[in-house]
């Protein structure tokens, strides 16, 4: 998932990396109000998840508030790089002394993160890699080590064109920004240009920063917290499943299941299918997650097409009287209306009987087959009922 450059932006500013200052503008009033605040000449940006803006016509200079004002119409509403362009970033404009190349991306064949660097960065940088690849430098990063500034300082000291000062004073940067890299579970985060400005800061003026997909429910957060909100996949409960960290996929029919591990949950739904009913859910308890048996257990019987449950429980590693412990614990909590057929086998099977029939005066079935077939049977007969 690509950021656009504002959220980007906002991500790095708050872990530490400079930005210019600017705001988001979605109509050529706004934009101008926006540069009206930051005062003297700005620069106007389309926003739109793709690179090449500078060439496309997409970045563009004022100085006065006609000029920002006939800039922010001309991109607003335009497409660029296939986008529609929304909105505009108005920022100051700065004076630049040097453009530098900086982006984290993974390497997929290494396995590892790379820094990729360059001195001459800007708007040629394709250009510059495809004339001079050694232009482009690169670096594995140790992802147990993590990058300090002092390592950054002393590999840019290698790179060589950077003078003492100015590597001290893009080192900081560059290691926040992995920084950001691998705690926003990055596949890309492209600086370019990190900018060396007259007055002697150094300043991210662009960003392109893409989140891995997978990372999602774990990014979601962060996300928000920066204006970004991910379009939700999935039904109300599976992201209720999502938010608890247990795989839970919604399904058409009314026995509801709770089963720890996959193999062990695929085989229950084959024999609620068997015993002629319709699993109302798949849902995952096993490894990890297996003290997770209450959240799971309010989560299935959460679904209002839920008319009977089986639990069915197989310990090995995973000891099936603590999966029953919580299991009892959120039934005594909820009092459901719907029946209920337990079957538990392997370890802590008797410690896990025992808690069912003293809190709740009820018995495990002899197997598997018997539980499940209790359990079709009474989702039949609710549907009948009711
Ligand atoms: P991209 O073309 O999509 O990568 O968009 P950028 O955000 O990188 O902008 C393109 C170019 O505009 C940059 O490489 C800079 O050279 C230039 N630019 C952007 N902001 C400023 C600024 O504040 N001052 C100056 N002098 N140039 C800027
Ligand atoms: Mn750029």
């Known amino acids: 998932m690509d950021l656009l450059e504002t959220a980007a932006k906002s991500l790095l500013a708050r872990a530490g990396v400079p930005v210019s200052r600017g ?107 495809a004339d001079a690849p050694s232009a482009v430098r690169r670096w594995e990063v140790d992802v147990r080590g993590g990058l300090s500034d002092d390592d950054v300082a002393s590999w840019l000291a290698g790179v060589g064109s950077l003078t003492g000062a100015e590597r001290e004073r893009i080192a900081p940067a560059v290691a926040r920004l992995y920084q950001i890299f691998s705690e926003l579970d990055c596949e890309l985060l492209e600086v370019n240009p990190l900018a060396l400005t007259t007055s002697g800061n150094v300043l991210a003026l662009d960003c392109k920063l893409s989140i891995d997909d997978a990372a999602r429910p774990r990014q979601g957060a962060a996300l928000r917290d920066v204006g970004v909100e991910l379009p939700e996949t999935g039904t109300e409960l599976e992201r209720r499943g999502r938010e608890l960290g247990l795989s839970f996929i919604e399904l058409e029919g009314d026995v509801g299941l709770l089963a720890n591990g996959a193999g062990l949950t695929m085989a229950t739904m084959d024999a609620i299918s068997h015993y002629g009913g319709r699993a109302a859910n798949f849902l995952e308890i096993g490894g990890d997650a297996y ?29 099936t009287d603590v999966m029953i412990a919580g299991v009892v614990s959120a039934l005594e909590d909820l009092e459901p209306g719907v029946p ?42 609710a549907k009948a009922g009711g």
């Open 291 to 319: 003290t997770k048996g209450a959240d799971g257990l309010r989560l299935v019987l959460s679904n209002p097409k839920v008319n009977s449950l089986v639990v069915n429980f197989c310990g090995a590693f995973a000891r």
């Open 23 to 129: 705001g988001l503008a979605s109509s050529p009033h706004e934009a101008v109000q926006t540069a009206d605040r930051l005062g003297g000449p700005v620069v106007v940006k389309a926003q739109v998840p793709s690179g090449g803006r500078g060439k496309a016509g997409g970045v563009l200079t004022a100085s006065s508030a006609d000029a920002v004002e006939s800039c922010a119409r001309r991109l607003i509403g335009s497409t660029l790089g296939g986008f529609q362009v929304a909105n505009v970033l108005v920022e100051e404009h700065v004076a630049i002394a040097r453009e530098l190349y900086v982006a984290f991306t993974i390497d997929p064949t290494r396995r590892l993160p790379v820094l990729l660097f360059s001195p001459e960065g800007g708007v040629d940088i394709e250009a510059t890699h």
């Open 340 to 381: 209920i057929s337990f079957a538990i086998r392997g370890t802590g099977e008797e410690d896990a009987a025992a808690l069912l029939r003293d809190r709740l005066g009820r018995e495990p079935h002899d197997g598997m087959e018997s539980a499940v077939k209790a359990a079709v049977e009474a989702a039949a007969t």
